[in-house]
């Protein structure tokens, strides 16, 4: 048996040796339930109130003037009356708030269980749907309104949390030599959502609202802390070596990033400007 295959025995756990104790993340789950579940539950009402509506497009070739010798061209059609995108808001909050809950209480001694492992694919499983409506979010707001764009946008941002999930599957227990292919692949996959964004961004005619430009510089920043604390745990830097650690921090990041989208989305599209 190989070294590597050892390191990623699913049925081995390791000691706990980290002051960070399982219990205290399961407090600690039920802390963000909460915050989440409130959040998530007043950004609905706010934004079902507070009406923001965007509609959605498909640019469909048309073709039907091609025997008079009309060229085919983009024939812009609205697919989605978005009439409730503020709503939309609190969607990726109350994702978050159902995970929280699981860890917390039905799906508890399976988190210790996995924890001890250096594990936790439930915390992916959140993050691909999660963050892949927030990434969906702020592309809306950057005027990308073609839907399969959106579509695509939404699959590629799936599969870098996918990729996460691999990333911890495969090196189990960080021992001997970490399977980095997981990992190059997320960022490539995280990165296609972001060259769209950043290229509507730029190609933008006139001055987008301030609100707007808060939100690229902060999610931006917030989206790709994430990885970095991934490289932070497999190259042991610091106290990111406890894997325990690393999971009190994904989920402090989590929080501050969709709070920080939630009332930069609401602070700026309901001003009273």
Do not use: C
């Not at 950004?43 to 009406?51: C, K, N, P, R, S």
């Amino acid at each position: 048996m190989s070294t590597e295959t050892l390191n990623n025995d699913e049925n081995s756990e390791k000691e706990w040796d980290s002051p960070i104790t399982p219990e205290y993340l399961v407090k600690y789950n039920k802390k963000m339930f909460v915050l989440h579940l409130i959040q998530g539950v007043l950004m609905i009402i706010l934004g079902t109130i507070l009406d923001f509506s965007r509609d959605l497009y498909t640019f469909y070739y048309d073709y039907s003037g091609l025997n008079e010798g009309v060229p085919p061209a983009p024939n812009p059609e609205v697919a989605i009356e978005f009439t409730a995108l503020g709503a939309l808001v609190g969607t990726f909050l109350l994702m978050s708030a159902l995970a929280h809950f699981l860890l917390a209480w039905p799906l508890k001694e399976k988190y210790i269980e996995n924890l001890r492992k250096n594990y936790n694919p439930i915390r992916w499983w959140e993050y691909a749907f999660s963050s892949s409506v927030m990434i969906v979010l702020i592309a809306i707001f950057f005027s990308v309104v073609d839907i399969w764009t959106l579509f695509a946008m939404f699959m590629s941002n799936f599969l870098m949390n996918m990729f996460g999930w691999q990333m911890e599957k495969l090196n189990r227990n960080n021992k001997g030599k970490v399977d980095w292919s997981p990992y190059i692949l997320g960022w490539v996959a995280g990165a296609i959502p972001w060259v769209i964004i950043i290229a509507y961004f730029v190609g933008t005619n006139g001055t987008p609202p301030n609100f707007v430009y808060a939100i690229f510089a902060v999610e931006l920043i917030l989206f790709n802390s994430f990885a970095f604390v991934m490289l932070a745990y497999y190259k042991k830097w610091g106290k990111f070596e406890d894997y325990a650690y690393g999971e009190r921090t994904y989920q402090v990041l989590s929080l501050v990033a969709k709070t920080l989208l939630a009332w930069l989305v609401f602070g700026g599209v309901f001003q009273p400007s």
